[in-house]
């Protein structure tokens, strides 16, 4: 297993000296000199110009920059804003828990509504029941999420005043943008399941637990689902950083605060240190999170740990 | 024509019949896709009002001389979903074939060479994919800046490294196969094997990912114009409409709701329609190969989410 989770962590570290390369290519790829872009307003000297250069780490080779600028990042240190006074670290802590209730509430939208709907589908394939969970999967994969959320603003807020459209006021808030933005999740998690359910009614296991005379429920529940979810997990786990793309336009959308609607606003005003910390900050997540998705799944079932060397 | 490619032909058209007989959705999906792509094509024939001509009355609700009324500004909205159709379809095809243009080749000379050439694409692929979706998206559109070239761009960007490893698996089996020793025994070069030999076998299945992803590249696309990020006003698209029209939700839903119905179906259409088309070109193709692509949009589809 140690050698399974360092064979994990050896593949992931190119990986990551990849992200930073490009995230920090993102400034040396923009027309024109961050400088002068800083100090537009101000007509600056050339003087100005080479002195901001050298505060913000612009100054040197290119190699030396990066090696700077990883530098200060394993330090934590993610750079100025152009924009507004702050560090990056210290803007993006202050809207991070806004994306992350939304996204960990999306996730359990996809959770309850993919789940059931993914078991019913998969124990009876071409049942009635599995014929209307694929319906509803194919359309909720086509909607796109900021149109089922306009739909559902226009449904629950504006027709029926259930629910708020707009902002973070109250706690009910957070049901519309976390639905829409985890139904097109559900879908996938529904054809997943159901496709590994299955699968797995065919093996000879469940023809063994099936004569042994258990009940179809127990059946579905601890040797299908058992085997499936796993599965299912590392699907959910490696969709996660996607989910966070999502929030993007979920958060513009219903006028949230939070790291989508900060990084539209940061690429709207040219604040590049801003951009490159979101940007950042999602990849490692995402990488972060497909570690412990394959730690787990190599918990789970020890055949992945064996085959997943190559 | 002589006998024997007339009994082909005839051959051919009975297994188009009996492809569409079993995929009715299929069948219907590539006509209303057909028709799609004329009505955008032929926009500016059809007898529509001008996408950008101001109506004396703003958010004027659906009636017989405005089909989906008009907008805030007082455009007829069908006209602007039509012509928006234009717009949004060549940015999802054109960032579609940038992406395949980049991603096929690289994904069947990592799936024919392997070795050092495998990683090397495989890791670069990871790195890109580490950036979900959007994101990527909105990296390029920080370089470049907004605007329509940007939006195909960044999308041949973001699907580029999907569609190279959608090629790497199925090239890796393929160089496995016979003939691929057969061809390489009579001397053919490497080129001449992956272009002659590969890449036709590749192609049908190609055919049902590059549908799908076009559909996908649209809801990229449309979500970039929706951010701002796409068309400038008073351009008319699908995704920069719909954006237009939420501001105005409460007294006039009509606006966005119709670019919102032409990006969904014409998701829903890219997808059942490659599937169709694929049968409809080889129809042997294995049950089990339609599920291996379904689950390959599926993954398309969950890397745009």
């Known amino acids: 297993m140690v050698m399974y989770i360092l064979r994990r962590l050896a593949i992931m570290v190119p990986v990551l000296v990849g992200v930073t390369i490009v995230v920090f290519s993102i400034l040396h790829l923009i027309p024109g000199n961050p400088a002068q872009i800083l100090l537009r307003a101000g007509n600056p000297t050339p003087q100005q110009i080479r002195n901001l250069d050298r505060q913000l780490g612009l100054d040197g080779s290119l190699p030396s920059q990066y090696l700077r600028y990883v530098g200060q990042l394993i330090r934590g240190n993610l750079g100025y804003s152009y924009v507004s006074e702050r560090t990056v670290a210290s803007l993006i802590l202050s809207q991070l828990p806004y994306t992350l209730t939304l996204t960990v509430a999306a996730l359990a939208v996809a959770l309850l509504l993919g789940i059931p709907l993914g078991a019913v589908a998969g124990t009876r394939p071409g049942g009635a029941a599995d014929r209307v969970a694929t319906g509803i999967a194919v359309l909720a994969t086509a909607v796109p999420y900021f149109w089922l959320a306009i739909l559902l603003i226009l449904l629950f807020a504006v027709v029926m005043h259930l629910l708020p459209a707009l902002g973070v006021g109250s706690p009910e808030a957070i049901i519309l943008p976390a639905v829409s933005l985890g139904v097109g999740f559900a879908a996938v998690i529904v054809r997943l399941l159901r496709n590994n359910l299955i699968e797995i009614y065919q093996e000879p296991f469940m023809l063994v637990a099936r004569s042994k005379g258990l009940s179809e429920t127990r059946l579905l529940v601890s040797h299908a689902m058992r085997n499936a979810i796993a599965s299912t997990v590392t699907i959910v786990g490696l969709q996660f950083g996607y989910l966070l793309a999502g929030a993007v336009t979920t958060e513009v959308i219903f006028g949230r605060p ?41 918990l789970l079932d020890p055949r992945v740990r064996r085959t997943a060397s190559s | 024509m002589s006998a024997r490619t007339t009994a082909q032909v005839g051959r051919r058209l009975r297994s188009v019949k009996e492809a569409g007989k079993r995929d009715r959705v299929g069948v219907f999906a590539t006509i209303v896709g057909v028709l799609l792509v004329l009505v955008a094509v032929l926009a500016p024939l059809l007898p529509i009002d001008n996408p950008t001509h101001l109506f004396p009355i703003a958010q004027q609700s659906p009636s017989l001389k405005h089909i989906f009324g008009t907008d805030e500004l007082g455009r007829d909205v069908l006209s602007r979903t039509v012509w928006g159709a234009r717009q949004s379809l060549s940015e999802a095809v054109l960032g579609t074939a940038l992406a395949a243009l980049v991603g096929v080749p690289a994904g069947v000379i990592a799936g024919y060479f392997g070795r050092w050439s495998a990683t090397a694409v495989m890791r670069l692929t990871d790195i890109f994919l580490a950036l979900p979706g959007l994101l990527l998206a909105l990296v390029i559109v920080t370089i470049l800046g907004a605007g329509t070239t940007t939006v195909v761009i960044a999308l041949g960007i973001s699907f580029a490294p999907i569609l190279a490893r959608l090629a790497y698996a199925p090239t890796r089996a393929i160089r496995e196969r016979g003939h691929i020793a057969a061809a390489r025994t009579v001397g053919c070069t490497r080129f001449r094997i992956m272009r002659r030999h590969v890449l036709p076998i590749l192609g049908t299945e190609l055919i049902v990912v590059l549908s799908s992803t076009i559909g996908w590249a649209l809801l990229s696309a449309t979500t970039l114009d929706f951010l701002g990020f796409g068309v400038h006003p008073p351009t008319p698209d699908w995704g920069a409409d719909l954006s237009g029209g939420v501001q105005y939700l409460q007294t006039a839903w009509w606006i966005s709701a119709a670019p919102g119905l032409a990006i969904t179906l014409t998701i829903l259409i890219a997808n059942y329609a490659g599937d169709f088309t694929a049968t409809m070109l080889d129809p042997l193709r294995m049950q089990g190969e339609k599920d291996k692509m379904r689950d390959a949009s599926e993954m398309i589809a969950g890397a745009e989410q």
Not at chain 1, 262 to 289: F, H, R, W
């Open chain 1, 258 to 298: 939070g790291l989508g609607s900060l990084l539209v606003s940061s690429i709207q005003e040219k604040d590049i240190p801003t951009v490159q910390g979101i940007v950042l900050l999602v990849a490692v997540t995402y990488l972060m999170v497909n570690l412990a998705v394959d730690i787990i799944h190599g």
